[in-house]
């Protein structure tokens, strides 16, 4: 299943049941500073929280693809984009542009106006990514990445302003 696009991979809503295959992602993604299994159980019930696995179409039980996260109050003027992986295999293929793309016109759906994130400074990646979809620096956390003492370099995306929709 190696050097998968983003078009064969299925999006879903993510619930407590994906924790495992969710944590397994993670814990290979950011081997010491991932999530703890609590934190990520606690995100997945928080009813402000979105999350998304992108699961191979003809292969459920085969690992995720990638997952993302959402934290956006219905209403509220900014969301945060919580977490975001994809697995070394489907990177390069569009399914981490499509993972923002999706949690981005959620929080645009839920009436925010901004989008936030912060990411390491040592991913310039990930920072061109987020870059061509809109986002801005607007800042550095110094050491924010434990433990290996990593700046996060926090990024904004400025949305039309609208409602939300119901």
Known sequence: MSDLHATEWALRVAGPADLDAIMA????TFSTDAWSPAMMRADLAQKHCYYLV????EHPDAPLGGYAGLLSTQGAADADIQTIAVAP???RHGLGRTLMTTLIIEAA???ARRVFLEVRADNPGAQHLY???GFHSIGIRRGYYQPDNVDAVVMRLELQTREPLS
């Open 25 to 28: 992602l993670e814990t290979s």
């Open 54 to 57: 992108a699961e191979h179409p």
């Open 89 to 91: 295999d489907a990177r």
């Open 109 to 111: 759906r839920r009436g």
């Open 131 to 133: 870059e061509t979809l």
